[in-house]
Structure formats: C-alpha cells, structure tokens
C-alpha cells in the first residue's frame, strides 16, 4: 500500500507560477512511477507529467516548457513547478504512483489539490 499527499495547490494570476509536491508513504520501495494527472470540471482526467525511477520524464503537450517534474533522490516525493500559468490550467491536480511488486502493477492517487487560475 502507497498512500499519498499532495500540497501546494492555490489561486494565482495568470502568469503566475505554483509548486505542487506529492508525499509518498508506505511501500515506498516499488514505486516505479510517479506523477501529476489533473482534471477540469466537466473534462476527464487527463495526465499532466510523469517521471519514472529512472528519472525518465513525459509531458501533456499543453504543459511543455511551462511545467517542469522532478522527484528527490530519496525518490518518495514529487513535485510539480508549474510557470506561466494559463486560465486552462485550472483543475484539480492529482498525484499518482505506480507499484510494481510480484510482476503486478498498482496505481495509486492522492486525494487532488486545487488549482485555480483567474485574473
């Protein structure tokens, strides 16, 4: 079991810029990936970034260049700075891990952090 925490989440401007974080616990030792999905109201949850433990990254198209994935080396954590920020950009944003223990795979989510971007 994975349980995870995200934090960071707020009002800004468009322009602006906010830093999310995502604490894991648990069975920190088989997570393989961990990222960022969000979902706007009335839209689907769609991914954001993603980081593997090989430091492996992969980007939504509407973030690049604009948000940057990075986890520590001790690897139970993850962050999202998030620049230049755009009214779309509002949503919900959950952290996700996933596990591979036993060749099974497991997704875990955070309960989401808010994001709203207005002028």
């Known amino acids: 079991q994975v349980q995870l925490v995200e934090s960071g989440g707020g009002l800004v401007q468009p322009g602006g810029s906010l830093r999310l974080s995502c604490a894991a616990s648990?069975?920190?030792?088989?997570?393989?990936?961990m990222g960022w999905y969000r979902q706007a109201p009335g839209k689907q949850r769609e991914l954001v970034a993603t980081i593997t433990s090989g430091d492996s990254t992969k980007y939504a198209n509407s973030v690049k260049g604009r948000f940057t994935i990075s986890r520590p080396s001790a690897k139970n954590k993850v962050y999202l700075q998030m620049n230049s920020l755009k009214f779309e950009d509002t949503a919900v944003y959950y952290c996700?891990?996933?596990?591979?223990?036993?060749?099974?795979?497991?997704?875990?989510w955070g309960q989401g952090t808010q994001v709203n971007v207005s002028s």
């Open positions: 648990g069975s920190i030792f088989s997570i393989v990936t």
């Open positions: 996700y891990a996933e596990t591979l223990k036993d060749w099974s795979a497991r997704d875990y």
